[in-house]
DNA sequence: TGTTCCATGTAAACTGTTACATGATTAT
DNA sequence: ATAATCATGTAACAGTTTACATGGAACA
């Protein structure tokens, strides 16, 4: 995952290490983090792979090592945002690929975006579903986390709306 | 936090290791979940530090291991419980001790939930003041993201206001 | 002169998943 | 017969955080 969003923060422009950094917790950080530890062994890696390519500058005394997206590692980002967007019960992780929704087609993101609420519904259905049962069986705080869950879900459903209208225009 | 989780659910009553999968799976598969290659080998570090023991049964010809809570491990599991509730700006971990706060005196349980909301809403608060900035300089992807973390923040505070109310009769 | 920020990087530890191995029971 | 479910467990791998190490520049 990290990787793929190193890829498009890069689509946008060449950035180093330690602004990869930033540019995730200024603008990224109410759904992915990353930390030091993971950013610099991941641009390694896929400097290694050939899909980012890296230049060494020194501004002002000041050395910094620059990362660009490679041809191949632009092909593997556009792969990578063809593909459904993921989905997670406990985590925010939609948000990843809609983020960089921008390199694809509104008609893409449009079916990207349906598909979720598609995933998304029968979770949310089986929720309800269990609704009645637990608050029977569990208690205040137990049913209260549940109804987290439901709340949450219909929320997805909701701004996964207001996007497609948004985009209608 | 797993062994948290499996503390938890033990003071309810005993549990098996599938019996633990089974209950996470079921009820609090919105905000946790667990393999069973985390959760056996979680019993087994748990058993070894004298905090569940475990007994063996055959019924019906089926061999079973059931797990029971010791009394340190319920002093550990209610020390947890007097620390504040963990909050996370990409996660609803927040679920996780509100799930057990049916060990905890009425009073307490408000003062997790005020707490919370103070670090909520701070968190809230810089996205919001970002709103503006990342609307101009941002597309309708990276915002709707931005907006969607803006939403996510004010539900859950309405959610412990509920849950304040709720507590109040 | 000391502290903070910029900037890169590594190593150990932690946490967890996936896949596999095993074997019994139950339903079709 | 055979497939599914019950039940426990391990090993390999993956991804990550935390803490540390290093050093220059800016600032007070």
Redesign the pocket.
């Known amino acids: 995952?990290?990787e793929y969003i190193i890829l498009g923060i890069l689509m946008y422009g060449d950035k180093?290490?330690?602004?990869l950094k930033q540019y995730i917790q200024r603008i990224m950080s109410n759904f992915f983090?990353?930390?030091?530890?993971?950013i610099?062994?991941?641009?390694?890696r896929m400097e290694h792979r050939g899909i980012i390519v890296s230049r060494e500058t020194v501004e002002?005394?000041?050395?910094?090592?620059f990362y660009t997206i490679s041809d191949s590692g632009k092909a593997e980002f556009m792969n990578w945002m063809e593909q459904p967007v993921e989905f997670s019960k406990t985590k925010p992780d939609h948000l990843i690929k809609v983020f960089f929704c921008r390199f694809l087609p509104k008609e893409k993101v449009r079916d990207h975006l349906c598909a979720l609420k598609k995933e998304v519904e029968p979770v949310l259905h089986v929720l309800e579903h269990n609704g009645p049962e637990v608050k029977k069986q569990y208690d205040i705080y137990q049913f209260s986390t549940l109804k987290f869950g439901v709340g949450y879900y219909k929320y997805i459903l909701n701004w996964c709306d207001d996007l497609l209208r948004a985009l209608e225009d």
Chains 1, 2 share one sequence.
Do not use: E, Q
């Open positions: 995952m990290l180093s290490g330690y602004d983090d990353a930390s030091f530890g993971s610099y062994p991941a641009l390694k002002g005394g000041k050395f910094k090592k």
